[in-house]
């Protein structure tokens, strides 16, 4: 899909109308921001809105985030595990030390 | 003190000029000239200060149209000297704003390098073909230099299209790094916008709301039907009324336009608004 950004009122507003114009292309809404169909419509209307506004949008193209491509089992382990801890408040860092489960640092300076 | 033709004063009756309410107001804001001493066809001339923000709001008054009440009224209160409790607030926000200057963000000669250094048409399946080529031809024993000259030429070419390839998208990734940084800047300069504008909302209902009283007062004082409503700013009745009693608490310099009729004399509106007056038929 496409992601445009604004960062600018006028941006925004330009944004808003653009997105009330054309639902069909709209994948979802937020605020000042917008997901559009990964369609050449959808590049049309992003780079419309970057003639407009210039460095006030910021149009981006994001991909589906498979977890079981993405990132290794043992990321995935980590989460589930930490989602499952017993004390709500122990911050990752502490639940992983001592354990199997990658440290934040480690799983920083690995990519996706 | 306003002059209009040439004669000073502060209460003129226009109505039986052939001028309408939008030249006299046209005048009175300089005209297209901008010299503020002719009319759009040069049928009236007034010299006077130039209109404040109480004036642009409520300073041309004729019947049937609506008025931003609120805000003329918060104008009002600053032409007596009155702040908003978020004056303060109001003016740090102003000048940080002032003080971001974010750089401009334009990748577009990166990505297009990026683009562009794409591997080019069938270079690789032609290394493949000239691999294969070279292969059959050494097999039966045959000449193979040529070939060997143009494989050593095609891989030279590869490596140098992969290399540039890598260059670019490094520069692109220094660049979108940086444009990070430069979007933090805009994105804060858009909190600080709605925050700004927030911030003169509350001015404006503030400076009303010290105002209700006064402008229920000179509303009962003025003449006309309409009395003052809630919130501060609203009216039961019509707009021009509010308008009117606008002008009467404010300060004002230039002459208000007073196409309603609500006064039998330039004389009784000027008085009765506090304020220099040009009195013109609606």
Known sequence: ?112 | MPVVDGEPGRAFDLRDRAVDVDEVATALRGGPDDAGDASADGSITVRCPSPGPVHRRVGVVRPDRSYPLQAALAAAARSRGHEASVADELADVRRRLEAIDPPAVSLADERRHVASADAPDGLEERLASLRGQLEIARERGEDAEDLAAARERAVADLAERRTTRIAAEQRLERARSAARDARDRREERLRLEDRERNLERRARRDLAERMQAAFERAIDALPGEASAGEPPGRVVGPDADGALAVCRLARLQAPVVVAVDRFQTAEAAAAALDAPVLLVDG
Request: include cysteine; proline fraction near 4%; charge should be negative.
């Open chain 1, 1 to 112: 899909m496409l992601l445009v950004v604004t960062y600018s009122r006028a941006a925004r507003q330009t944004l808003r109308n653009v997105c009330n114009a054309h639902e069909d292309v709209v994948v979802r809404r937020f605020g000042r921001a917008a997901l559009l169909e990964a369609s050449a419509f959808g590049g049309f209307l992003g780079l419309r809105l970057r003639e407009k506004h210039g460095a006030d949008v910021q149009l981006e193209r994001t991909v589906p985030f498979n977890e079981f491509e993405a990132v290794e089992e043992d990321v995935r382990a980590a989460a589930a595990a930490y989602e499952d801890r017993e004390t709500a408040s122990t911050p990752y860092a502490k639940f992983a030390a001592g354990t199997d489960h990658p440290d934040p640092d480690a799983l920083r300076r690995r990519e996706v």
